[in-house]
């Protein structure tokens, strides 16, 4: 149990998010509605915050430009092996 605890600290087996999203690219006005896949790893883990950068991409100039920092706030637990989901929601004004 003390191995997977420092394992955890390195993290090795624990929780994996994804943010899965319809579509791949969006314009400016266009709602975005997805959500965070959360995979639990080898140990219960809590999560107490999840933190998501909305990034603008140019093709043209190849820069990149962090519009918005989202953060959800949350006091859930989740546990080995388990899945959960976390709505989200964003206006894409720029």
Do not use: W
């Not at 600290?9 to 791949?24: F, T, V, Y």
């Not at 100039?61 to 092996?81: D, V």
Request: proline share 1%.
């Amino acid at each position: 149990m003390i191995l997977r605890k420092s394992l955890l600290l390195l993290g090795i087996g624990s929780a994996q998010i994804d943010l899965i999203l319809p579509k791949n690219t969006y314009k400016s006005g266009e709602c975005i509605n997805g959500y965070f896949l959360i995979k639990g790893g080898t140990l219960a883990q809590r999560i107490r915050r999840i933190e998501c950068n909305l990034i603008m991409d140019t093709h043209s100039t190849g820069m990149e430009e962090i519009l918005k920092t989202s953060t959800i706030l949350s006091s859930r637990e989740i546990n080995s092996g388990k899945s959960m989901k976390f709505l989200s929601t964003f206006v894409c004004l720029y």
